[in-house]
């Protein structure tokens, strides 16, 4: 971790400290956490409400399930050469790319809400 060795006293007026202290508890950041977000380009965003965190533990849960759903099937299909088929191979393997594509959803949702966005700042 960075050692922060610097210290910067600023003035802001009374509305522009509100806002600051507002925005980096709305991000739940510490204000020195913030400013250096803000400096280094990156907008913070609000931390997520307690329902989208509940959704996204659930749907990363249904995929875990999935998961072990499609390794248990493999295992059934390699073991029981009755069922040992192309059709249930394809069936099996059509199943993991299903759950890869939904763990692929699962991320770029908590990318697009949870992750800062980056901000190109061109100062004059």
């Not at 509100?18 to 739940?28: H, S």
């Not at 965003?45 to 875990?64: C, G, W």
């Not at 390699?78 to 759950?99: G, K, L, M, Y």
Request: with cysteine.
């Amino acid at each position: 971790m960075r050692k922060k060795t610097k210290q910067l006293n600023i003035r802001l007026t009374e509305s522009e400290f509100t806002r600051l202290t507002k925005n980096a508890r709305k991000a739940d950041l510490t204000m020195t956490c913030y400013l250096g977000m803000l400096i280094n380009g990156y907008s913070p965003r609000e931390k997520p409400d307690l329902d989208f965190i509940d959704l996204m533990s659930r749907l990363s849960d249904l995929a875990h399930c999935y998961r072990n759903l499609a390794a248990a099937r493999r295992t059934s299909v390699s073991n029981d050469t009755i069922t040992t088929t192309a059709s249930a191979s394809a069936d099996t393997i059509e199943w993991q790319q299903q759950i890869e594509k939904l763990t692929r959803i699962i991320m770029e949702i908590q990318c697009a809400v949870l992750l800062p966005e980056r901000e190109e700042i061109i100062w004059p």
